[in-house]
């Protein structure tokens, strides 16, 4: 800070200059002479606005260039391993997928068959009964409640989340497993029924959608007092 403040002295001092002239600046236009002081002062700082914007670009531009080099040396690289990273995952996530599916279809078809013997067990347990083979009847009844015992264990994998149906560690121990993620496409923007989305947009972008409402030429929304205002210019 020390160096810039002596490479650019003279800048600083223009500015503490224009800054004494403001402080004796008209408050209040009731003249010419106060209008003209005002677009002196308008345009002096203007000019010199841009003469320091200037001075921050050229100090700046080794940062800047010292920054895109490194980023370039950096960034390569690691755009390759993203890719690597996001190519890999793509084919796990395939693979889980169809684990799950696997595992899911193979459940409901354990639990079908499963229901299905409950039910024959049941119907043979009641024409045990009825023929008096009281004996069979019983062994059928159990037979049917360890078939109801089967098939609620298999439901209960048919309805596991993902991450149950696929967690597993490989052979050199790492921990892997599916997660669902809730994703969206749009498929017509107009629709959109942007009133649920209120609470989650920042109120820098509502105003900023306003803005570009109003320069469209959009003179009425609800709740937007939307006025002219004189603002002056000097050049």
Not at 122 to 149: F, G, M, W, Y
Not at 151 to 173: K, N, Y
Request: charged share 40%.
């Amino acid at each position: 800070m020390d160096r810039l403040s002596d490479d650019h002295r003279d800048l600083l001092n223009r500015v503490e200059e224009l800054a004494a002239r403001a402080n004796n600046g008209p408050r209040e236009i009731k003249s010419d002479d106060d209008l003209d002081a005002c677009g002196q002062l308008s345009l002096d700082a203007a000019a010199l606005t841009k003469e320091l914007d200037a001075a921050r670009v050229e100090e700046k531009r080794p940062y800047l260039e010292a920054g895109r080099d490194v980023d370039g040396f950096f960034g390569t690289p690691i755009d390759r391993l993203k890719r690597i990273k996001t190519a890999f995952e793509g084919v796990a996530s395939a693979y889980m997928r169809a684990v799950a599916e696997r595992k899911r279809r193979e459940a409901e078809e354990a639990a079908r068959k499963a229901r299905e013997e409950e039910e024959a067990r049941l119907e043979a347990a009641r024409k045990a009964a009825e023929a008096n083979r009281l004996k069979t009847a019983v062994s059928h009844q159990d037979k049917a409640i360890d078939a109801s015992h089967r098939a609620e264990e298999a439901e209960i994998v048919a309805a596991a989340p993902v991450e149950d149906l696929t967690r597993t560690t490989t052979a050199s121990g790492i921990a892997a497993k599916g997660k669902t993620e809730w994703d969206f496409e749009i498929e017509d923007f107009q629709a959109i029924p942007l009133d649920r989305l209120r609470m989650l947009l920042k109120r820098a972008e509502v105003e900023a959608a306003i803005a570009r409402a109003i320069k469209n030429g959009e003179r009425n929304i609800p709740g937007v007092r939307i006025f002219e205002r004189v603002v002056a210019r000097f050049r």
